[in-house]
């Protein structure tokens, strides 16, 4: 959720966010978040990322905070700690370069007569198998 300037949560004296991390039994790090409402945001998590939340086995939990430290500190975690869910950077570059092997791929197949559909099919096998397939 992002919290517009101005809002009241956004407070520098207001202490109401928490930056919490997912760990699976082995200790590897599934996510970095920033939220309000911890409880809230496990459930929506359960809702929107269950083969993720089917992994967490433990929760480390930090805050009170307010909001611009919390969010620096979720944006470092994200940035230094590559969690395994989530859009890291190397995450959102290679997601970059897929996209545009892709869009450049159905150009050249397309050119050469390939039906749009097929080379959609096509393009989008070539890249997940150059790229892998995105973790959700």
């Known amino acids: ?3 517009p300037i101005g809002d009241p949560r956004r407070d520098p004296e207001t202490r109401n966010h928490y ?3 997912y760990f699976d039994a082995a200790g590897a790090l599934l996510y970095v978040g920033c939220t309000m ?3 809230l945001r496990w459930h929506e998590h359960k809702a929107q ?3 993720m939340c089917r992994r967490v086995a433990r929760v480390r939990m930090l805050g009170p905070l307010n909001f611009d430290t919390a ?3 979720e944006k470092r975690a994200i940035e230094t700690e590559e969690p395994i869910y989530g859009l890291t950077p190397a ?3 290679v997601r970059q370069g897929k996209s545009a092997y892709t869009r450049r791929r159905m150009s050249e197949l397309m050119k050469a ?5 097929d080379a959609s099919h096509i393009a989008v096998a070539e890249a997940e198998a150059l790229y892998g397939r995105e973790v959700a």
């Open 49 to 51: 990322r269950p083969a």
């Open 1 to 3: 959720m992002s919290i």
């Open 91 to 93: 995450k959102y570059a």
């Open 113 to 117: 007569g390939t039906y749009w559909a």
């Open 19 to 21: 930056v919490y991390r």
């Open 37 to 39: 409402r911890p409880a």
């Open 71 to 73: 969010r620096a500190i």
